[in-house]
C-alpha cells in the first residue's frame, strides 16, 4: 500500500491538479503533455463540474430519483446488489454446508465434514477464471450466467433432496459442487467491482460503505434464520433460493448497467437523464477538441473515437 500512489481523479478532486496529471502519465506510460493525458484531464474536469452540483437530500429521490445522474439509484443498487448476492444461499452453503449434507443429503458427520471440504475447494477453484473472464466478457454476462447456472443447480438440488433417495442424494451433491464453482465465477467478486465503478467520486466511498454494510446484514438474516429453517422446513427452505436466484436474471437485465471498457466519467453517461447527457455529451466534445489541438494525426484518431464511444452509450 505505501507503494500505490492516489487515484488521479481523487487528486483532481482534491485541487492537486499537478500529481493527479504525473499519475495519469505513469500509468499510462507516457509523456505528461500526452494527448491522451490532456483529454483524460478534461474529461476529469468536465465530469467533477457535473457531479458536485449541489442537490438538496430528498429521501422520495431514494425510490423515485428525479436527479440528473442518478445519484440515489445508483447508491441503491449498491445495496441490492449485495442483497440479491447473499438471496443466492451463498451462505447457507457456505456456512452450513456440514448441517446440509448431514440433514438433507443424509450423509454422517464424519463424511460430511470430508465432503464439505471438497465443496469448499470447488468454491475456491471457481474464483480463479474471472481474473480474465471479467474485462473479456463484462460484468453482465457473467452475472447473467453465473444467475441461469445458479438457479439451475438450485433447482435441480432442492428437487433431489425432496425426492431423497439415494441417487438423487448424489445428484444433489454434484449440484452443490456446480453452485459453488457458480458462484465463485460470477456473484462473488463482480458485487463488489460494481459499487465503486457505478458511483460517482464524491459518492464513491458511500456507496463502497453500503455495499459491505448490505452484505453482512444481509448475511446475519441468512446464518441466523438457517438452523432453524433447515430443521423446520427442510427441502421447502431452499425454494426461497430457487426464486431470489430466478430474480437476479431480470434484475440484472433491468437494472445494472455493463460497466466495462467505460470510463468513469462516461459511467455518469450511462445513468445521466436526456438533459444531463447533452450536457455531457456536449462538454466531452470540447474536451476532446482541445486535447486533438497540437496532437499527433495517430492521437487525435484515438480521441475522437473516445467520443464516439461515448456518444452510443446507452
Given at each position: 500500500m505505501p507503494f500505490l500512489p492516489e487515484t488521479p481523479r481523487w487528486l483532481y478532486s482534491q485541487g492537486k491538479e499537478a500529481e493527479a496529471i504525473q499519475v495519469l502519465a505513469r500509468l499510462m506510460s507516457c509523456r505528461e503533455d500526452d494527448p491522451r493525458v490532456r483529454m483524460i484531464k478534461g474529461e476529469m474536469k468536465a465530469a467533477l463540474e457535473i457531479e458536485t452540483i449541489e442537490e438538496p437530500f430528498r429521501w422520495q429521490n431514494i425510490f423515485y430519483d428525479r436527479t440528473d445522474l442518478k445519484n440515489y439509484r445508483r447508491l441503491v443498487l449498491c445495496f441490492l446488489i449485495q442483497m440479491m448476492q447473499q438471496f443466492t444461499g451463498?451462505?447457507?452453503?457456505?456456512?452450513?454446508?456440514?448441517?446440509?449434507?448431514?440433514?438433507?443429503?443424509?450423509?454422517?458427520?464424519?463424511?460430511?465434514?470430508?465432503?464439505?471440504?471438497?465443496?469448499?475447494?470447488?468454491?475456491?477453484?471457481?474464483?480463479?477464471?474471472?481474473?480474465?473472464?471479467?474485462?473479456?466478457?463484462?460484468?453482465?454476462?457473467?452475472?447473467?450466467?453465473?444467475s441461469i447456472a445458479l438457479t439451475t443447480t438450485m433447482v435441480v438440488f432442492t428437487i433431489s433432496i425432496a425426492l431423497d433417495t439415494p441417487a438423487t442424494s448424489k445428484l444433489a451433491l454434484a449440484m452443490l459442487l456446480c453452485y459453488e464453482i457458480s458462484f465463485g465465477m460470477s456473484w462473488n467478486s463482480i458485487p463488489w467491482l460494481l459499487a465503486p465503478e457505478i458511483t460517482p467520486l464524491h459518492l464513491r466511498h458511500i456507496g463502497?460503505?453500503?455495499?459491505?454494510?448490505?452484505?453482512?446484514?444481509?448475511?446475519?438474516?441468512?446464518?441466523?434464520?438457517?438452523?432453524?429453517?433447515?430443521?423446520?422446513?427442510?427441502?421447502?427452505?431452499y425454494?426461497?433460493?430457487?426464486?431470489?436466484?430466478?430474480?437476479?436474471?431480470?434484475?440484472?437485465?433491468?437494472?445494472?448497467?455493463?460497466?466495462?471498457?467505460?470510463?468513469?466519467?462516461e459511467i455518469d453517461y450511462v445513468f445521466a437523464n436526456a438533459e444531463a447527457k447533452e450536457r455531457i455529451k456536449s462538454r466531452f466534445d470540447d474536451v476532446v477538441a482541445n486535447a486533438n489541438k497540437g496532437g499527433s494525426r495517430r492521437s487525435s484518431d484515438s480521441n475522437k473515437m473516445t467520443t464516439l464511444e461515448v456518444e452510443k452509450i446507452v
Amino acid at each position: 500500500m505505501p507503494f500505490l500512489p492516489e487515484t488521479p481523479r481523487w487528486l483532481y478532486s482534491q485541487g492537486k491538479e499537478a500529481e493527479a496529471i504525473q499519475v495519469l502519465a505513469r500509468l499510462m506510460s507516457c509523456r505528461e503533455d500526452d494527448p491522451r493525458v490532456r483529454m483524460i484531464k478534461g474529461e476529469m474536469k468536465a465530469a467533477l463540474e457535473i457531479e458536485t452540483i449541489e442537490e438538496p437530500f430528498r429521501w422520495q429521490n431514494i425510490f423515485y430519483d428525479r436527479t440528473d445522474l442518478k445519484n440515489y439509484r445508483r447508491l441503491v443498487l449498491c445495496f441490492l446488489i449485495q442483497m440479491m448476492q447473499q438471496f443466492t444461499g451463498i451462505n447457507v452453503i457456505a456456512f452450513y454446508v456440514t448441517i446440509v449434507l448431514e440433514v438433507n443429503v443424509g450423509f454422517d458427520r464424519e463424511t460430511a465434514s470430508l465432503v464439505a471440504g471438497f465443496i469448499q475447494i470447488a468454491f475456491w477453484a471457481g474464483t480463479f477464471p474471472p481474473m480474465w473472464l471479467i474485462d473479456r466478457y463484462g460484468r453482465r454476462p457473467m452475472l447473467l450466467c453465473g444467475s441461469i447456472a445458479l438457479t439451475t443447480t438450485m433447482v435441480v438440488f432442492t428437487i433431489s433432496i425432496a425426492l431423497d433417495t439415494p441417487a438423487t442424494s448424489k445428484l444433489a451433491l454434484a449440484m452443490l459442487l456446480c453452485y459453488e464453482i457458480s458462484f465463485g465465477m460470477s456473484w462473488n467478486s463482480i458485487p463488489w467491482l460494481l459499487a465503486p465503478e457505478i458511483t460517482p467520486l464524491h459518492l464513491r466511498h458511500i456507496g463502497s460503505a453500503i455495499g459491505p454494510f448490505s452484505e453482512w446484514m444481509w448475511t446475519f438474516v441468512i446464518v441466523l434464520i438457517t438452523p432453524t429453517a433447515i430443521r423446520n422446513a427442510g427441502w421447502k427452505f431452499y425454494i426461497l433460493f430457487c426464486i431470489m436466484n430466478m430474480l437476479c436474471i431480470p434484475f440484472i437485465w433491468i437494472c445494472l448497467p455493463e460497466t466495462n471498457g467505460k470510463t468513469l466519467e462516461e459511467i455518469d453517461y450511462v445513468f445521466a437523464n436526456a438533459e444531463a447527457k447533452e450536457r455531457i455529451k456536449s462538454r466531452f466534445d470540447d474536451v476532446v477538441a482541445n486535447a486533438n489541438k497540437g496532437g499527433s494525426r495517430r492521437s487525435s484518431d484515438s480521441n475522437k473515437m473516445t467520443t464516439l464511444e461515448v456518444e452510443k452509450i446507452v
